[in-house]
């Protein structure tokens, strides 16, 4: 069924070179049936990507090793699961997962707009062009269809890839990555036609939201999975390819603030064309660090010699899109200006100001060791204290910000106006700044602030709920009827979550670590940690060594935690040892207790790390929140779709 | 193999009939071109946006108002302007139908 794969794929390139073609040719020369055939073709594209996609699917499930993708991810003793999730463990499933993601999105793009014929006319060979590069280098350079003859047993899948967060944090991860390209193609479509009105960010709303929600959900997974799996005790560790994923984030973020000055005031055109092209160039770019080689990182796995290719795509893609804004320049002109620097729309631009910042400090940190590789012929590295300092030095301020920025009208607020609004929030930050000092939090400058900060935010957006709720009399009415804006603000609740929990779980954690015998313990925070035995089993594919430790606090025990070790004899890298974690969630600060068995010695000794990380369990909350926030300000609102329905119903079809 | 082949290129059959689908279903079409919007259109676009950002403005500006975010005193200075803006966004608007529909009745 190899052949069937191949064929398909061939197909789909095909379908994208016609697409791209056909459709710049017919959007140029306004051909309205060549336009309909490369929309076709679009549409077709992802049928065959799906059927090459199944393909591979199934030789995964049958263990089928007469593919070499199939003898080089899997082996016989690899539950179904993990097997079907080997379709993007490695660099050739990626890719086709790439594909078939972007080609999904395509199609239902070309279906959602099918009434919009104008404005998808160059949208759909943007799309194309995108899509065929993905296609020629499953072609032509990677293919997951290359066949030998079946060794007896596969190669086995990397140990710290057998975990249920790998069947979810990969392809969450790619729906963000492809879900950017789709406002990328609208935003490049819109300047292609010269139509610069806000028809393209209305049909991109939602598609902008999405991808950023995967991307945020799917690092959270990526996060948890570190933890819990890694076992080194942390959850972010500034990893190349981490950053990579978090870099096109912080650009939509940018983007989805500042279009609403675009869509509020007509301002930031050239801007927003910036930060859409940014963010989809960044994500092309995250897959070249992952694929290419040139970094060191944890995801070493995926490292292969196609980064050369993504390298020149990103910067063919950098000219077209720089070269395509600065020639419709003219078309992007704001009519209006900033009236004052105390407004609404202000503070979105100082938050831009600061994501973008952010943004391009931790691409620099990414690059500086591969640039002086390059220039200077010197290995040197950019470590945690680099994006410490500067996310502190522009997160905290973002953070205030999420607060700042709701309390401020738009156009422009008088100090009187600000003195009402901000009187509340300023307390609440002032009364917690001061008990935290008090109780001793002050032994950590940044997560002190932090936390005062949090307290203002957290003032500030029930303030805003609870005006908004007398106003209109009920929380479900205020909600409803603007989705968006308290969508927005429930998901700056999940980030805020998220910085009081990254502050007290990196601020304000313990750790201790010792050798200990059987019958010795070790103190830390309150915790009594007594090693009790030590015991070994067999599994199907492991073996496992677990140390037990009872964990006492005073004269009770809370938990009996398991830490230890597993082997595994056949992987792709040969034998490999895995750190098992071992974790108590402690409801009364809703914090971990977290074991690392960091070596154990055949005599029994057990060198046992232990962290004590206080509010840690806001981070994942966080997660949840921003799912719900997100969910509630992309719902359909029906009062909003029949204006947009009325605005563009004289436009032709 | 020779299973895959035959499903290969059942599968490029198919696709090629869907590629052509737009010219097999309308051989002879009484106009093969892309609806462009006219320059007319094009402002009566940038019209309507305009007037739906002066309106949403004074719905924010009322709701802001009303929570207590903008004061009595900067809500006054401010609605006028906006209540002028919306109105000859509106006017413009309906000064293009009346004159769209003289033309329809003219028949030109």
């Known amino acids: ?653 | 193999m020779t299973l895959a082949l035959v499903l290969a290129a059942g599968l490029a059959l198919a696709v090629v009939l869907f590629v052509a689908r737009p010219f097999l279903r309308d051989p002879t079409p009484v106009s093969d071109v892309l609806d462009e919007p006219s320059e007319l259109e094009h402002r009566r676009l940038e019209l309507v946006e305009e007037r739906d950002r002066a309106l949403a403005a004074l719905k924010e500006l009322e709701f802001d108002h009303r929570t207590g975010k903008v004061t009595d005193e900067d809500y006054r200075q401010q609605v006028g302007p906006l209540r002028r803006s919306a109105a000859a966004a509106l006017r413009a608007l309906e000064l293009r139908t009346e004159a769209k529909h003289e033309r329809i009745a003219s028949g030109r």
């Not at chain 1, 069947?167 to 789709?182: D, E, M, N, R, S």
């Not at chain 1, 720089?322 to 020639?327: A, E, S």
């Not at chain 1, 010197?378 to 680099?386: G, L, M, W």
């Open chain 1, 1 to 653: 069924m190899a052949a069937l794969g191949r064929a398909a794929l061939l197909l789909s390139f095909g379908l994208l070179v016609y697409a791209l073609v056909a459709g710049s040719f017919a959007a140029w020369k306004r051909r309205r049936r060549l336009a309909l055939s490369a929309q076709n073709a679009l549409l077709a594209s992802f049928g065959t990507t799906l059927v090459a996609a199944g393909v591979l699917w199934a030789a995964l499930a049958r263990h089928d090793f007469s593919f070499v993708y199939v003898a080089e991810h899997t082996n016989i003793q690899l539950p179904l699961g993990y097997r079907l999730s080997a379709f993007w463990g490695g660099q050739e499933g990626s890719l086709l997962l790439w594909l078939l993601v972007l080609s999904g999105y395509a199609a239902l793009v070309v279906w959602l707009n099918r009434r919009t014929r104008e404005l998808m006319a160059w949208v759909v060979p943007v799309l194309a062009g995108i899509a065929t590069f993905f296609a020629f280098m499953l072609c032509f350079v990677s293919s997951p269809f290359g066949t030998a003859p079946a060794p007896a047993d596969g190669a086995g899948m990397v140990p710290s890839l057998q975990n249920p967060y790998m069947l979810a944090h990969p392809p969450l991860l790619y729906l963000g990555y492809v879900g950017l390209t789709i406002p990328f193609a609208f935003a490049m479509g819109a300047l292609l036609s010269r139509r610069t009105d806000e028809r393209w960010l209305v049909a991109t709303r939602r598609w902008t939201l999405s991808a950023w929600m995967f991307l945020g959900v799917g690092q959270l997974i990526g996060a948890h999975w570190a933890y819990v799996e890694i076992g080194w005790g942390g959850y972010y560790a500034w990893d190349p390819v981490e950053n990579a994923a978090l870099m096109p984030w912080l650009a939509a973020t940018a983007f989805l603030h500042s279009v609403m000055i675009q869509e509020k005031r007509g301002m930031l055109k050239v801007w927003n064309m910036v930060l859409v092209s940014l963010a989809f160039l960044l994500s092309i770019f995250g897959t070249f660090l992952t694929r290419s080689g040139v970094i060191n990182s944890i995801h070493s796995f995926s490292q292969s010699s196609i980064g050369g290719w993504f390298l020149g795509f990103v910067v063919a893609c950098t000219v077209f899109a720089v070269g395509l804004i600065y020639l419709r320049l003219p078309l992007l002109r704001a009519r209006t200006k900033l009236e004052s620097l105390v407004s609404r729309e202000a503070a979105f631009l100082y938050n831009n100001l600061l994501l973008v910042a952010l943004c391009l400090t931790i691409l620099w940190g990414v690059m500086y060791p591969v640039l002086t590789q390059a220039v200077r012929g010197e290995t040197r590295s950019v470590s945690k204290p680099y994006y410490d300092f500067f996310l502190h030095t522009f997160g905290l301020p973002l953070l205030l910000l999420m607060g700042i920025g709701p309390l401020v009208a738009w156009r422009r607020a008088s100090l009187r106006a600000l003195g009402k609004t901000f009187l509340i929030p300023l307390a609440a930050a002032v009364v917690t700044g001061g008990v935290l000092i008090g109780l001793g939090f002050n032994s950590s400058l940044p997560g002190l602030l932090a936390y005062t900060f949090s307290a203002f935010v957290a003032a500030s957006i029930a303030l805003e709920f609870v005006r908004g709720t007398r106003a209109t009399g009920s929380l479900f009415r205020l909600i409803g009827k603007n989705r968006r804006r308290y969508g927005g603000y429930i998901v700056h609740a999940a980030i805020l979550l998220l910085a009081i929990g990254i502050a007290g779980s990196s601020a304000y954690q313990t750790v201790r670590e010792r050798g200990l015998h059987v019958g010795q313990s070790l103190e830390i925070a309150g915790y009594t940690l007594h090693y009790e035995a030590l015991q070994t089993r067999k599994t199907a594919n492991a073996v496992e060594t677990r140390a037990v430790v009872k964990a006492t606090r005073g004269n009770s025990t809370v938990a009996i935690l398991h830490p230890g070790k597993n082997l595994y004899p056949v992987t792709p890298l040969g034998p490999q040892t895995s750190n098992e974690v071992s974790i108590y969630h402690d409801p009364r600060n809703l914090g971990d207790l977290f074991l690392i068995a960091d070596q154990i010695d055949p005599n029994g000794t057990l060198y046992l790390k232990a962290l004590v990380k206080p509010l840690v369990n806001l981070v994942w909350a966080a997660g949840f929140l921003f799912l719900f926030g997100s969910l509630v300000a992309m719902w359909p609102d029906a009062v909003e779709q029949r204006r947009l329905a009325e605005r563009y119903a004289a436009a032709p079809a």
